[in-house]
């Protein structure tokens, strides 16, 4: 079916216009593509109608042909819906952190309590316990202290003659007791949701006030997925997914339909039976997974490329004119942004590469970062007439950015000056003459 996919694009790619009759047989393409990855069709429906109006009002580029445009809407929007931030743990400023682990029965929660645990003791210098409140079979907790030893965190547990809510307060009383900050209850699952999982579950949840309750969803689960993630989000106010089983071969694309129906953000990826195996969540990487359209996406890639590359060129060129804007400004850092660091770059420049030793990345990094914060706080009218930047205007970039007024003044002050230094470049090298770099 992919291989349809790409058919139905190469068909419409380089053939000039965008027409409804052929986006809609794109379109058609990339809804049975998704359905084939196991997207819930009410999200299929939902998305390929944003889709449609997004590429009925797009702007056309001249770097991309119809069908690349629609592909490049297409993967972007999937990976908005996919979520475009990196959602963090929620650790409690002051007092534990207590972090409730849950979902169906083999969709890896143990495992996931240990690789987090992990992760934050070894990386985030936190002090873990974890909590053994599965206590249906004595091969759970077993389980948990094994991986417990594996990665140096001690496990707390009572054994199966105690219950798992008993259990979990006792937990946290231990926690207090001995200086820890962060606790991850490893809890039960079952086979399906039931209503007494679903009672334990609120009951431990209302006992130890979760920062965090992290649910676990599998890959390779198909359509039933959805079902799964709404109960437990109904119950429990779930904060968070850790999608699991991802190093397998299901193009996973109930993890969308999961999100674009409950909101809940991903904040975890497990990658692998081991420990280490726990990455963050790329929604960008996951929106192509789910399409499973990779020689086109390289396609688009390249074509993205040129589209920058156009971008820049045509500022390098209101450059040369002395017409230099913030607009410009943005570009360029843009561009520099994505080729790397600054020093990186620099000592490409024959003769560069000795004094950029001394460039310190991370405060170059930093000024850029802030120097766009700046620049993307601005309006159109303001980005490309910075000599209208008056005190109030100032205000309101700097609160907009998080910055101070200073800020952008001496952002103000260092364009004027690269401005001034363009235009008099430009002026000389029509006159035929180096410039001279002394003045
Ligand atoms: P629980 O019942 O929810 O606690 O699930 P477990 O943590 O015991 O995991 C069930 C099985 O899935 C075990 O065999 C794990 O090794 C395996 N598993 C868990 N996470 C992953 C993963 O990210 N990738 C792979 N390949 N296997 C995993
Ligand atoms: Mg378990």
């Given at each position: 079916l ?10 419409i790619?380089g ?11 794109m ?9 084939e990855?196991?997207v819930?069709?009410?999200v299929?429906?939902d ?6 109006e ?10 991309l042909?119809?069908?690349q ?6 993967r972007?929007?999937l990976?908005n ?14 007092g534990?952190?207590?972090?409730m682990?849950?979902?169906?029965q083999g ?8 690789k987090?645990?992990?992760?934050m003791?070894?990386?985030q210098?936190r ?12 091969a ?11 990665i140096?965190v ?8 105690v219950d798992?809510?008993t259990?979990?307060?006792n937990?946290?009383?231990y ?6 900050d962060?606790v ?6 079952r086979?399906h949701?039931?209503e ?6 609120e009951?431990?949840?209302?006992a ?8 676990t ?8 997925i959805v079902?799964?993630?709404e109960?437990?989000?109904?119950k ?14 299901a193009r996973?694309?109930?993890i969308?339909?999961v999100r ?8 975890f990826v ?5 420990i280490?195996?726990?990455d963050?969540?790329?929604?960008d990487r996951m929106a192509e ?6 020689d ?7 074509a ?5 590359l156009?971008?820049a060129?045509?500022s390098?060129?209101r ?6 804007d ?6 360029q850092?843009?561009?520099i ?5 600054l ?16 460039i310190?990345?991370m405060?170059?990094d930093?000024?850029?970062k ?9 309006t ?5 007439n910075?000599?209208?930047?008056r005190?109030?205007?100032k ?9 101070s007024?200073?800020?952008v ?8 000056k690269?401005k001034?230094?363009?235009?008099m ?9 180096a ?5």
């Amino acid at each position: 079916l992919t291989k349809r996919l790409n058919r139905a694009f190469k068909n419409i790619s380089g053939k000039g216009k965008l027409t409804e009759k052929n986006m809609d047989e794109m379109l058609k393409e990339v809804r049975m593509s998704l359905l084939e990855a196991d997207v819930n069709y009410r999200v299929v429906k939902d998305f390929i109608e944003t889709i449609k109006e997004q590429a009925l009002g797009q702007k056309v580029y001249d770097a991309l042909d119809p069908a690349q445009m629609v592909l490049k809407i297409v993967r972007d929007e999937l990976t908005n819906l996919l979520g475009s931030t990196t959602a963090e743990i929620n650790y409690k400023e002051d007092g534990i952190t207590t972090i409730m682990m849950v979902g169906l029965q083999g969709t890896g929660k143990t495992t996931a309590s240990a690789k987090i645990a992990n992760l934050m003791s070894k990386k985030q210098d936190r002090k873990v316990l974890l909590a053994a409140c599965d206590v249906i079979r004595p091969a759970a907790i077993e389980q948990l202290q094994t991986l417990g030893k594996q990665i140096d965190v001690e496990v707390y547990t009572e054994g199966v003659q105690v219950d798992a809510l008993t259990t979990a307060k006792n937990a946290l009383a231990y926690a207090k007791a001995n200086g820890y900050d962060t606790v991850l209850f490893d809890t039960a699952g079952r086979l399906h949701v039931d209503e007494e999982l679903m009672k334990e579950l609120e009951k431990i949840k209302k006992a130890v006030k979760p920062s965090d309750i992290l649910l676990t969803v599998d890959a390779m689960t198909g359509q039933d997925i959805v079902n799964v993630a709404e109960s437990f989000n109904e119950k429990l106010d779930v904060t968070g997914l850790v999608l699991t089983k991802l190093d397998g071969d299901a193009r996973g694309g109930g993890i969308l339909s999961v999100r674009a129906i409950t909101h809940v953000p991903v904040k975890f990826v497990g990658t692998g039976e081991k420990i280490e195996d726990l990455d963050v969540f790329h929604p960008d990487r996951m929106a192509e997974r789910i399409l499973g359209m990779g020689d086109l996406l390289t396609l688009l890639e390249q074509a993205e490329e040129k589209m920058d590359l156009d971008a820049a060129e045509e500022s390098s060129r209101r450059m040369m004119e002395g017409k230099f804007d913030l607009n410009d400004m943005l570009v360029q850092l843009e561009q520099i942004n994505k080729m790397g660091s600054l020093s990186k770059i620099m000592k490409l420049v024959p003769g560069m590469g000795q004094m950029m030793e001394s460039i310190d990345d991370m405060k170059a990094d930093d000024q850029m970062k802030h120097t766009k914060a700046m620049i993307q706080s601005m309006t159109k009218f303001e980005r490309e007439n910075p000599d209208q930047i008056r005190s109030s205007r100032k205000r309101r970039i700097a609160n907009g950015s998080g910055h101070s007024v200073g800020d952008v003044n001496k952002l103000l002050t260092q364009f004027e000056k690269s401005k001034k230094m363009m235009t008099m470049m430009a002026r000389m090298s029509q006159q035929g003459q180096a410039p001279d770099m002394a003045a």
